[in-house]
């Protein structure tokens, strides 16, 4: 499930946008308004320039504690995994453009 970090956004709406499948509603704040549409393609992670969104691990993966952040770095991308807040883990897959 996608999950915002409300005190890292800074409302630029890009991840509203970039959502293809209009899952995130924004009122004041940004907010998961249809999960049912999300299917975690992560293109709102990589866009958020706050890194305020992440994706939260299934439970048959890891618990409520155990989150995704990815960064696109231009010629790779970065998969994080974080617990409680902290990197735990990283793993970077070069990208062919
Ligand atoms: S993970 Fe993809 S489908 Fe889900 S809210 Fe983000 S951009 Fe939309
Ligand atoms: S892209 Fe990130 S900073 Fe911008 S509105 Fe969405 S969550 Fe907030």
Do not use: N
Not at 9 to 15: A, L
């Amino acid at each position: 499930m996608i999950v915002f970090d409300l005190e890292k956004c800074i409302k630029c709406r890009k991840c509203e946008k970039i959502c293809p499948t209009l899952a995130i509603g924004f009122d004041e704040f940004p907010c998961l308004a249809y999960p049912e549409k999300c299917w975690h393609c992560c293109a709102c992670i990589k866009e958020c320039p706050a890194e305020a969104i992440r994706l939260r691990l299934p439970p048959h993966i890891g618990d409520q504690r155990y989150e995704m952040l990815v960064k696109d770095e231009g010629k790779s991308m970065i998969f994080q995994i974080l617990f409680e807040g902290r990197k735990i883990d990283e793993m970077e897959i070069q990208v062919r453009k």
